[in-house]
């Protein structure tokens, strides 16, 4: 597998995050705007349960390039 091209999902329950690193620019909307999920120097980088659903869907739809999607879990 392409270390340029991953693709990782993360999930809370309620919202799954799925990454894409060949599309992320590093413009780091993410870190800014919600840094106790977004902590691209740890690993795992995504922290999904240290924020509430509705500021993670807000945060990832600020993602400049669409690396960063989401969906709903049912």
Same mark, same amino acid.
């Given at each position: 597998? $392409? &270390?340029?091209?991953?693709?990782?999902?993360?999930?809370?329950g309620?919202?799954?995050?799925?990454?894409?690193?060949? @599309?992320? #620019?590093?413009?780091?909307?993410?870190?800014?705007? $919600? &840094?106790?999920?977004?902590?691209?120097?740890?690993?795992?980088?995504?922290?999904?349960?240290?924020?509430?659903?509705? @500021?993670? #869907?807000?945060?990832?739809?600020?993602?400049?390039s669409?690396?960063?999607?989401?969906?709903?879990?049912?």
């Amino acid at each position: 597998m $392409n &270390p340029n091209d991953l693709k990782k999902e993360y999930t809370n329950g309620e919202v799954t995050v799925v990454w894409q690193s060949g @599309k992320c #620019i590093h413009s780091a909307n993410c870190v800014k705007n $919600n &840094p106790a999920v977004f902590q691209p120097k740890e690993k795992p980088w995504i922290k999904i349960d240290s924020s509430s659903t509705d @500021k993670i #869907i807000e945060t990832v739809q600020k993602c400049p390039s669409g690396a960063l999607t989401f969906y709903k879990n049912e």
